[in-house]
């Protein structure tokens, strides 16, 4: 900054022809999904995993993230940001005026439900609450701390890049690297507009399967199909991935090995597994393997939840890479 009498000139402005589009934004995921898919899946599936994991229910984990986006909406509507280390650093995080009524109407879990998950995580010293404030310890945040999601994000966004570059829309491709470090040091920012999208997308999927516990159950075995070496779709475009992943997987995936990827219990995922069956969701052969073959209804249903999804997704990509972008430009 140059400072001339009353003249103030900046010589580091950011760039606004540096931001992209965001209706570009969705026409590249859309026309290259077959690139971009697996990455998408493999994430959201892996957050799901993860989630279960830390409680053995991922509605409580749920319950925690949405806690602590109540401290980042505060950090956003005041316009401070924090980077990654420091939100993380030991602390014990304060939320104000929650009431168990908010939690059920923003997450559309029942109200009871909602009641007696926060008791539980009352009671396992993940939270505390006081009056209306809900305090949650340390535990409980390095639990939601994001790490893997992160690194995965990165490698969305980076391939997102690539794709930018290749239609002519970006004119460099920033490495893994400055991804992450932009993202670590716009952390509040950018892990505001993450949960912002992850909250869209759990209440979509959780209206059409009942619960996130079966939608965790069907992702595996969507990213088994994804992950196929068989599956080599014809072309790129979403419409036409989401038609040829259609039984493209003659291998398929067991209740076993679905129980030991998630961490549900056997019983629990023959149960949720046997809804997706019946409903059409998947398929089982006389070999009690299980894949991915959507049929009538069911797949005109979740093409059109997918098309949603693709739009929210792109809301986020136009806001993450937008801000990583214009701060490389600079």
């Known amino acids: 900054m140059v400072k001339l009498g009353f003249l103030i000139i900046m010589n580091a402005l950011p760039s606004i022809s540096a931001q992209i ?24 599936s892996n957050w799901f995993v993860g989630a279960y994991k830390n409680y053995n229910d991922i509605d409580k984990y749920v319950i925690i993230i949405y806690l602590i986006n109540k401290d980042l909406l505060f950090y956003r509507r005041n316009g401070i940001n924090i980077d990654y280390d420091t939100f993380y650093k030991d602390r014990v995080l304060e939320i104000e005026k929650i009431n168990i009524s908010d939690i059920s109407k923003d997450l559309e879990i029942p109200k009871e439900s909602v009641r007696r998950k926060v008791a539980e995580l009352e009671k396992m010293g993940e939270i505390k609450k006081i009056g209306k404030k809900i305090f949650l310890n340390r535990t409980a945040i390095h639990t939601a701390q994001a790490k893997n999601t992160l690194s ?28 992450n470090k932009s993202i670590k040091n716009n952390f509040t920012f950018c892990w505001y507009q993450f949960y912002k999208f992850m909250f869209i997308y759990l209440n979509r999927w959780k209206k059409e399967v009942n619960d996130l516990e079966t939608f965790c159950i069907g992702q ?9 070496k068989e599956f080599k779709p014809s072309k790129s475009t979403m419409k036409s991935w989401r038609e040829e992943i259609m039984g493209s997987d003659p291998r398929g995936v067991n209740a076993m090995s679905i129980s030991e990827i998630t961490g549900i219990p056997r019983p629990t995922v023959v149960r949720k597994l046997k809804w997706l069956i019946e409903n059409k969701f998947l398929y089982i052969n006389e070999k009690k393997l299980i894949s991915l073959d959507m049929k009538d209804s069911t797949f005109k249903r979740t093409a059109k939840l997918q098309e949603m999804n693709m739009l929210s997704l792109s809301h986020l990509v136009y806001r993450l890479f937008n801000q990583i972008k214009v701060i490389n430009s600079q």
């Not at 969705?26 to 899946?41: A, D």
């Not at 995965?152 to 991804?179: A, G, T, Y």
């Not at 595996?220 to 196929?228: D, E």
């Open 21 to 44: 589009d965001e209706k570009n934004i969705l026409k590249v995921i859309r026309n290259n999904y077959s690139s971009l898919g697996p990455f998408f899946i493999s994430m959201t």
């Open 220 to 228: 595996v075995v969507v990213v088994n199909a994804a992950q196929n």
């Open 152 to 179: 995965e994000l990165c490698i969305l966004l980076h391939e997102f890049n690539k794709l930018l570059k290749k239609d002519k829309l970006s004119n460099n491709i920033f490495d893994l690297n400055e991804i």
